[in-house]
């Protein structure tokens, strides 16, 4: 197969790059948004230094696959998990990669020779979302991100909203239960403690060693690291507990939907991430109490419907897309918005 | 006394208004925000003819109290409750004046001769903040308004959101107690059915009647229309009943704070409205519940501060200034920003 070819002279593919805890995905993307080469690949997060490398070799591997003419690429750009100065190109805080402070665009540009920029994960599947999938031809919407963390990123007028500290929407931190279970943020109660992925697997354990009835104690018995997923499915095979796990942290959702909605007076609220998904209680229980608040609420009803509430229909592209949008638009203006709090589509 | 004479040939003053469900405010706004002639009149409610006419007493007087040549005057904005058609000009439903699907702009315009622009009175007192009051040179803040209603409004990258429906920020319509008193909007356990003025004034009767001991009883024993305001007059004598609810109505108040500033990030939020005042148990109980917040939540902590909180100060001329600038910006362009959920501040 011969190297995928753009017009002459132009330079029209971007590299997208969603940076996780465990896994980097990678994929070039042309200018409609198709995206060519994905790969995923382990992230080594033992030290600072060999999760850039992991971070390279994904970029490398994409290029190979996707058998772009490397003359082609104008650009990297990427999600990375915590807080980021996007216009310095920094990672601040990466809980889950162990980095502070690490120099992320000016390493990457001296590896590959390429202009790079990063952004938040969530918020580059946010753009993602709002480019080319659920999100699209909206000017206001929600991204709920669910999975080993809960964020919310707002597409406001056409553009993400980061907030004064690009902290904005991050309500998995919001306290919600005063006293409840520790968050890892170093509050108690906080959402993310409460709906998570991690917080999940870890109410399911504390089932098990109080002796309830749930096939996920076979199947977590030998298990190193259980996964929320797992809940998911015991609970589609009709487990007790995982079907009452599920509806508990339904409702919470729906009700910080609810919120959310009354407050930004949204088109759509999207959810994304590892644990939206259609099939099982969770899903379900959010729709039936967001149909109950919909009963109760006059002026919900002139905001919301059960259709304003989508699933993402990217999965895993959302980062990848968002990432080679970003990258697109920085490269047309490097600053554009950040010194209002907000990070411009395109 | 002559009157004010603007540059030759320019038409640099613009009347803003401010109307209420009891008071219409006005005055003569020039380019620098400086307001000449204020008036404040009762608000004629018995029909919706009678309300406009009110207004139109409104603006002559403050015409003529400002002794400002009229042809130097050159558009009329207005602040009016409820829910509004900025574009078309119309009140779509004002509970308090008793209005519904009132072609305000147009009757105003054949009435006056000037060209009348409408928006949401609260949405005009935030525009007032963020232009020459306590969000004055802020790009992103939230204006919380606490009176006979609640509400929310958001200047975020220096533009007010709306929503998709106008509605953004009306959380005033959250339900916070299921099952709690009944809220004017016909949903139960409303914020505002708990901590705005005509909440208070319910629950300290309520009070009353269960035998409680309160200076309250006294006040209002010849009262025909009881208010919150003496209710704050009580607690700051002492009187124990007006300051429990103060305190009550105060920590409610702060949770939503805090939950609406880990969802924004925003640079501060600016209390407005007649029950923003600080003095007595209501302004302590927040200030201190908000402190609270603070010592728990790592991720608040870098978001907010006790200076991040603001009364404003603007009071009364927050919604003549806010409505005076909308004309001005309506005048330059009638429709900007509507289409995205947005109004352009200048």
């Known amino acids: 197969m011969s190297p995928i070819t753009p017009p002459a002279g132009s330079k029209s593919f971007v590299v997208g790059v969603d940076v996780g805890g465990t896994k980097i995905a990678a994929g070039v993307v042309d200018a409609n948004g198709q995206v060519y080469g994905r790969v995923k690949i382990p992230t080594d997060t033992s030290q600072p230094e060999r999760t850039l490398q992991s971070i390279i070799i994904a970029i490398t591997a994409t290029l190979r696959e996707a058998e772009v003419n490397p003359s082609h690429v104008s650009a990297v750009g990427l999600g990375i998990p915590g807080k980021v100065d996007p216009v310095r190109g920094i990672s601040l805080l990466a809980v889950n990669l162990g980095w502070h402070d690490i120099p992320v665009k000016q390493r990457l540009e001296e590896a590959l020779d390429l202009p ?65 279970p520790q968050c890892l943020c170093g509050a108690r109660g906080c959402l993310e403690a409460l709906i998570s992925g991690p917080a999940l697997v870890k109410q399911a354990q504390e089932e098990i060693r109080a002796g309830k009835r749930t096939i996920l104690k076979e199947t977590w018995l030998h298990e190193p690291q259980p996964l929320a997923e797992q809940i998911f499915a015991a609970a589609l095979q009709g487990d007790d507990v995982a079907q009452q796990l599920l509806t508990g942290a339904g409702k919470r959702l729906a009700n910080t939907i609810y919120l959310l ?75 554009r918005g950040y010194n209002k709090g907000v990070l411009s589509r395109g």
């Open 261 to 335: 909605a009354m407050t930004f007076d949204p088109q759509a609220v999207v959810l994304g991430g590892g644990l939206a998904r259609a099939d099982g209680p969770f899903f379900a229980t959010v729709c039936s109490e967001v149909v109950r608040k919909l009963e109760q609420s006059p002026i919900f009803r002139e905001i919301f419907s059960p259709k304003s509430l989508l699933l993402s229909d990217l999965k895993l592209d959302a980062g990848i897309l968002g990432a080679a949008s970003l990258a697109r638009t920085r490269l047309k203006n490097p600053k």
């Open 116 to 180: 790079c920029w990063l952004e938040n994960d969530v918020s580059v599947a946010a753009l993602g979302e709002s480019l080319y999938g659920a999100g699209r031809g909206l000017e206001n919407f929600l991204y709920l991100s669910l999975g080993t963390g809960v964020a919310a990123r707002m597409i406001l007028a056409g553009q993400l909203y980061r907030g004064s500290n690009g902290l904005a929407g991050e309500i998995g931190h919001a306290i919600v239960v005063p006293d409840g």
